[in-house]
């Protein structure tokens, strides 16, 4: 056995291996279990991942070759090397949440702020869920080499139906006497807004933002019943925006933006150039700016007050989960750089309880968004240094060994690490997840070849 340089170009090679790939690892099919869950957010991370497990044993029980599914085809597709080294990170990153956690405790225990139980019970119970976590990201990697894209497309469609399905009869339900299901959220200006499974309304709209960019993206050409095929997306891109709407989420809109700032300045060609100056011209047609009024729009109590006094922002009119998380980071500059250690900002930031407009006691802060919380466990250098990190991988991914057919899956995996960074927080957009996929298919770039095509790299132990 002896180790062989390929170099590839962008070319079709990559679908041949696709093609030729074998029952996939535990750890892969453990990953594509958890991507269909992602969006039932009603369900924490943690019982996704329970459940995930016990839907794996029951596939081993009935494929138990499965387990001896490794074989010189299985070195090729995991490169091993870089999985360890991916594991290796992880270990560091691990004990720097242990070492904040050390900081935090010295500080709280010493001022006797919160008992030794309350903080050993939160601490470890974190540092459990972080370990969890990390393996998310080995499942990622894994399901990124043994998982087909057309796999992966099939799965997140299906949650999607599902979600929109949930959607529906929450909608109606109340209408045709029938008992509602997920969590109901009513608001007097806007009404219902629906949250199909995923716990509440901004977790969804976050995954509609996803799967409706997807939709916009994928091409039907490789299906057999193309006119179905339109349909679907049709149907899916309408629906899927009418209850993006019904959810009347800041973090969905707060989404769009986000994703919108991110493609177009990290992905520039001149036809997303071109549709970005569309869009902007439409949206200076339409909206009647010399008479814009907030009452025009139908929007939540929450957001007006937020519209109304933009101009005299202050943290004041942040939701408590958010303004109290910003009042630790403010009174405690240390912790927000190297981190608080996971789950901890919670007990820093009940101090400012008393500044609180509808929070109690009892209710455990750790953010309304993906980005504070991640801030708050690893502190803002480390946050920074990993999505910087895997977002140049990703964006490396689109320009070696892509298949155009390929990239709607990389754009939804990449919207889900951008959006579960951000704004979801691992709920309803794998956040995790999404990091080992974008390892797992990350290349080494070479350059380019004398027709101007990309070049990459993969190391592959061969039979002699």
Known sequence: MTASTVTLRETSMSADV??????????????????????????????????????????????????????NLSARILDSS??????????????????????????????????????FDRSSTQLGSLLLAFLQIGC???MAKYIKPATLRKVIYATFWVSLAASVYQTFSSDLGLPYLGREVFDPRVGLR????????????????????????????RHKHRSMAALFRISGIIL???????????????????????????????RKAVFGTCVLLAVLAIVPFDRLSLSDFSIRES?????????????????????????????????????FGPGLMHFFASRYMDQATWLTG?????????????????????????????????RQNFSLLGIESDRPIQMYILSSFVLGAAIAGNVSCPF????????????KKLGTDPNGNALAQVTCNIDQ
């Open 432 to 443: 995790y997840l999404s990091i080992g996929w974008i390892l797992g298919t990350a290349r």
């Open 303 to 339: 957001h007006q007050s937020i519209l109304d006094n933009i101009w005299n922002l202050d943290l004041g009119l942040f939701d408590d989960l958010i303004a109290l998380p910003m009042m630790a980071w403010l009174g405690d500059p240390l912790s927000l750089l190297i981190g």
């Open 194 to 221: 629906p949250g199909g499974l995923s716990g509440e309304p901004k977790a969804l709209s976050s995954f509609l933002v996803a799967v409706v960019l997807l939709l916009l993206m994928d091409g039907s050409r």
């Open 18 to 71: 696709a093609s030729e790939q074998i029952n996939p690892t535990p750890m892969a099919v453990y990953g594509l279990i958890f991507l269909a869950l992602s969006p039932f957010a009603w369900l924490t991370v943690n019982m996704r991942m329970v459940i995930s497990a016990v839907v794996l044993a029951g596939y081993i029980a009935a494929k138990p070759k499965l387990l001896g599914a490794q074989n």
């Open 140 to 142: 990622g990697y894994h």
């Open 82 to 119: 870089r999985l360890r080294e991916i594991y290796i990170w992880l270990g560091l990153l691990f004990l720097h949440a242990i070492l904040c956690s050390i900081i935090s405790a010295t500080i709280l225990l010493r001022s006797g702020e919160v008992s030794q139980s309350d903080f």
């Open 362 to 394: 009892t209710t455990y802060i750790e953010g309304n968004v993906g980005a504070i919380m991640y801030i708050s466990n690893y502190g803002l250098f480390v946050f920074l240094a990993l999505f910087v990190y895997v977002f140049r991988k990703a």
């Open 240 to 270: 899927g925006f009418h209850f993006f709407l019904k959810t009347s989420s800041g973090n969905g809109f707060f989404s769009v933006a986000i994703l919108a700032v991110i493609y177009f300045v990290a992905f520039p060609t001149p």
